[in-house]
């Protein structure tokens, strides 16, 4: 129809602005003067889908027209075989010579690309108009640099004939290239909203470079360095992806790409492109291919097949090993087993019992027994984390074919239980009660322990405690490193000993030991390995039981206090609070000997030996070992004993006892004491130490070997008998001495107290004439136990006019000390 | 109905689906031509020739449909044209020229021209190809190609002008290669 119809009488064409598919767009006057645009539309050409585009015109014109960025319709009229409408008129490009409206292709032919600034404002506007539209629910569908027209210099989007959002129908006459590839290859067919973004993106790409939209995403270089086109081509790439996910879908995001900014949006949907969308992709591909060749696919089902079955033939074999009391006579034997041990069977199901090894065999003689080790494991809130180790015996079976004819039927406790009763107490107070939760998170605590031994000085370099170890003990030690330039070893051997039918003797060289090294050099004390030697086993068949937890620790100007404790199922060595060894080895009882390979005088100032076992709070102390109180050491030579035999035997010393059953005959119990036998042994222990000590002190008495007490330290000199009547001893109570409080223990918190007061910068100015206290001058009156544990000790120092007091705790890992009541003269201190 | 553009051209022949005759004319128009003076046709026939190929492709309707079973369309193709020319032959000759006249025509043929033949249909499987490629492949990839391979840029500038690492470059162009050739693949079939 490119003949302006004569039935149209309004208005007089002026010119042909062009013609497509579905009609010819003229420029026309109306008789007052005014250009407008018209288009014509032939009826018989849309075929029976005009009704719809007539309704959206007529849609358009009363929702959207009014916005500046979209053209306004004046005048719709169907004319019978066609309708029209009036529209507002393009700018004139041309320069006299005809109409050359000025829409954004003509503009593009005409000046090449176009400038970023104008691209940019006329873009904004233009998606303005977009939104406003698509937030109309309509879609443009055929946005292209010939459909946006500029009107006074406003972009507005021109030919608005195909404006609906019912109908599926295309424009396709010259503008494949601005719609979506989905839509092309007849992927999808709903028209959206999205399909205008994407013609805007390909619009930009024909302004900025100036290219037909057929030569999309192609930009010549030179265009790229201008930064503002390297946003656009950006945005384009992001508008006109194929991959419709990924694509821009809105005029929002569309503005904030022209900004500069892609949105997160479109990074995500980058990202999960890759991360998701392509993996699915190739695995459809994978699984097509697969399809395509069936005996690929029939092979990989069979293989895996095969592989479900080995697997699950494993796990039941597994299974059926690992956790044989899931038949019922298994069960039922363990059951037993738990009731004897009175153990309530219904807070551990039986899989809570993992199997330590399979079924041991171990001979005896000529008949063996079957074993089976099984473990609490820590799944259970309150079973701590190393588990508990019970033995059961099985049976007796005399082979291994009639294990499961004897199992469950004889059972017996553990092996462990059978050696005394003493273990079966401890085992069942201790164990059990582990397992019962009533002592599940520390198995030792120090403010339970009870005081069995103080050991006396002994004259040769080895120190020996004879008498067996209580089974969770704690053996203190105190020494000064200082006078030691040489090697220690402390050796723990084993109380319980199997008679093996080749042993005949049950010598202490075939118990289990363990010995902790260390060694110690004028500045500082190295540890090393500590080790292990199995029962029935030579000097020579040492294993490594642990490591050091610290290699080395400087020698500090004081003595150092070393514990070993063994409690339950550790061993743990600390020097001054600093755990040294740690080791899992269950250690019950023993003996304690200390090895020292030194020229010089090595002094022990303090050695005692707990009981660490179970003592609730409230529960008097009931010691379960006969053992002898010590004999309070000579003044002398309390607590100090020499590792040097040359100079053991220049000061001998008289055989001390160890036990009360070693004691010298020479000192018989006198007939006419009539005591009781305690404050007859008491009677005897002072005898001794009185033999003792004139037989230490009579020959220093003499001048003429005043030289041999050169090596006494000074303060020993003072507290000599030839001066004790001259000079009072600094140590001793003026007025109430410490009650109770054993003479060793008075020096450590002397020495203690003289440590601390040291360490008190505030007292330096306070007292500016102020000094180093010794200890000897520390005056302890009384002590009492601190109800949060550990003493504390009302002491003063008379030079200093101090009194104060004093809170000493040794927890395992922590020396605790703290003053309280400070006064110096009738000032107290704030500290 | 799907629509054929110059891209998907080929691929929708092959598919067996419909195609439109402005792109089937665009596309084998030069192809027809090449082929009709390789059989000594004037430029009158071999305008004539298109027009009669067309025509049988496109006997029915505006679109047309390639049944696979006719075997691979660049042999259809050409016998297509033999046929058409054959008959133009026949018709300047007032019909009455046998089969066994138009043997030595067709055997006069010479090899250059299959060489060109095969040539222009390579280059126009590629060009379709590419067509194609546009249609699968993200326009980074595309643009970071063109700059590399065919504008012969350096990695590293490419990389900057479209912020990617250069690395990037260098994946972008083994992929539109490893795609290219799986396209062309698909069409040649």
């Known amino acids: ?831 | 109905m799907a629509f054929t553009t110059r891209g998907s051209l080929l691929s929708a022949v092959r598919r067996g689906d419909e195609v439109g005759w402005q792109e089937f004319y665009d596309m084998y128009k030069p192809l027809i031509l090449l082929r009709g003076g390789d059989l000594r046709l004037n430029q009158t026939e071999k305008e004539d020739l298109v027009q009669l190929v067309m025509l049988s492709f496109f006997s029915s309707s505006r679109t047309f449909r390639y049944d696979k079973s006719k075997g691979r369309f660049r042999d259809y193709l050409k016998k297509m044209i033999h046929n058409k020319a054959c008959d133009l032959m026949r018709r300047r000759q007032d019909g009455t020229v046998s089969a066994e006249v138009m043997e030595p025509v067709l055997a006069a043929i010479p090899d250059e021209a299959e060489d060109r033949w095969e040539t222009e249909y390579r280059e126009t499987v590629l060009k379709q190809a590419f067509e194609e490629l546009k249609l699968r492949c993200d326009p980074t990839t595309l643009q970071s190609y063109d700059l590399f391979v065919r504008q012969n840029l350096p990695a590293k500038e490419v990389a900057s002008l479209l912020g990617i690492k250069a690395n990037t470059v260098y994946q972008h162009k083994s992929r539109v290669e490893e795609m290219l050739r799986q396209i062309v693949k698909e069409l040649d079939e």
């Open chain 1, 1 to 831: 129809m490119n003949r302006f119809p004569s039935n149209i009488k309004a208005y007089r064409p002026i010119a042909l602005c062009g013609s497509g598919a579905y009609g010819s767009v003229y420029l026309i006057s109306d008789a007052a003067g005014g250009r407008y645009a018209l288009k014509i539309v032939d009826k018989n050409v849309i075929g029976g889908s005009w009704e719809r585009e007539f309704r959206g015109l007529k849609h358009y014109r009363t929702q959207v027209s009014e916005h500046p960025n979209l053209i306004k319709i004046f005048h719709i009229e169907d004319c019978g075989d066609f309708f029209y409408y009036t529209m507002e008129a393009a700018d004139d490009l041309a320069e006299g010579n005809g109409y050359f409206p000025a829409t954004l292709a003509n503009l593009i032919r005409k000046r090449g690309h176009l400038p970023a600034e104008n691209l940019r404002e006329t873009f904004k506007s233009l998606l303005d108009g977009l939104e406003h539209l698509h937030n109309a629910k309509m879609i443009h569908r055929d946005i292209k640099p010939d459909n946006i027209i500029f009107v006074n210099g406003v972009p507005k989007f021109g030919d608005i004939g195909l404006l609906d959002t019912t109908t599926h129908t295309l424009s396709l006459a010259g503008t494949q290239d601005f719609v979506p590839p989905e839509y092309l290859l007849g992927q999808e067919k709903e028209p959206t909203a999205e399909i205008d973004i994407y013609a805007l993106g390909k619009t930009l790409y024909c302004a900025f470079t100036g290219n037909d939209a057929d030569e999309f995403p192609f930009v010549a270089p030179e265009l790229l360095k201008n930064p503002e086109y390297r946003i656009f081509n950006r945005l384009v790439r992001a508008a006109c992806t194929p991959e419709r996910s990924l694509r821009l879908k809105s005029a929002a995001a569309f503005r904030k790409a022209l900004a500069g900014e892609i949105g997160w949006g479109y990074e995500f949907g980058r990202f999960l492109h890759a991360v998701v969308v392509l993996p699915i992709y190739l695995a459809i591909r994978l699984v097509l291919f697969l399809f395509s060749r069936k005996w690929i696919l029939f092979l990989l089902i069979f293989l895996f097949l095969v592989w479900c079955g080995m697997v699950i033939k494993t796990y039941w074999q597994l299974e059926k090993e690992l956790y044989p009391w899931k038949n019922g006579f298994h069960a039922a034997a363990f059951k037993r087993a738990l009731k004897e041990w009175h153990i309530q069977t219904g807070k551990y199901d039986l899989y809570d019992f993992q199997p330590k090894s399979d079924f041991s065999v171990r001979h005896y003689g000529e008949r063996h027994l079957v074993t089976k080790e099984v473990y609490l494991r820590a799944k259970h809130p309150g079973i701590p984390q190393e588990s508990v180790g019970l033995t059961i015996m099985i049976g007796f079976p005399e082979d291994n074919d009639s294990i499961r004819q004897t199992m469950g039927i004889k059972l017996r406790q553990p092996d462990i239980t059978q050696s005394t009763p003493l273990k079966r107490e401890y085992l069942h107070e201790k164990v059990f009660d582990r397992i019962d939760g009533n002592d599940l998170q520390l198995p030792y605590r120090t403010e339970w322990r009870n005081k069995v031994m103080l050991l006396p000085a002994a004259p040769d370099g080895t120190l020996k405690y004879r008498p067996e170890l209580p089974l969770i003990s704690e053996v203190n030690l105190t020494f000064d490193p200082r006078q030691i330039n040489g090697k220690l070893h402390f050796v723990l051997t084993a109380a319980e000993y199997v008679p093996l039918p080749n042993r005949k003797i049950p010598d202490v060289q075939w118990k289990r030991q363990m010995r902790f090294p260390l060694k110690i050099s004028g500045r500082e004390i190295i540890f090393g390995d500590a080790l292990y030697r199995d029962q029935d086993k030579t000097e020579d068949e040492l294993q490594l039981l642990c490591k050091p937890k610290l290699k080395k620790i400087p020698v500090e100007d004081r003595f150092c206090k070393l514990s070993i404790i063994t409690a339950d199922t550790y061993c743990r060595v600390y020097l001054d609070g600093r755990l040294i060894w740690g080791s899992w080895l269950a250690f019950y009882g023993g003996h304690f000997e200390m090895r020292c390979k030194t020229d010089k005088v090595l002094k022990v100032s303090h050695f005692s030996v707990y009981d660490a076992g179970i003592v609730r709070p409230g529960e008097k102390r009931r010691s379960r070992l006969k053992l002898p109180k010590a004999p309070l050491p000579p003044k002398r030579e309390t607590n100090t004993f020499s590792a040097s035999p040359a100079v053991a035997r220049k000061t001998p010393s008289p055989e001390l006892p160890r036990s009360v059953s070693s004691r010298p005959a020479a000192m018989p119990r006198p007939a006419s004491d009539k005591s009781s036998p305690a404050v007859r042994q008491k009677k005897e222990v002072k005898k001794i130490a009185k033999a003792v000590s004139s037989a230490v002190i009579a020959p220093s008495s003499r001048t003429d070997d005043a030289p041999k007490e050169k090596n006494i330290p000074k303060s020993r000199q003072k507290s000599s008998p030839a001066r004790q009547k001259a000079v009072k001893p600094p140590f001793a109570p003026q007025k109430k001495p410490a009650k109770g409080l054993p003479r060793t223990d008075y020096k450590y918190v002397q020495t203690q107290v003289a440590e601390c007061i040291a360490r008190l910068d505030m007292l330096k100015e306070v007292l500016p004439e102020y000094q180093a206290i010794p200890p000897e001058e520390v005056v302890i009156d009384c002590f009492h136990e601190h109800e949060k544990g550990g003493n504390v000790y009302e002491f003063r120092i008379p030079s200093r006019k101090i009194r104060a007091k004093i809170r000493i705790q040794d927890i395992l890992f922590i020396n605790y000390r703290a003053f309280a009541d400070f006064y110096v003269g009738d000032k107290k201190i704030e500290l």
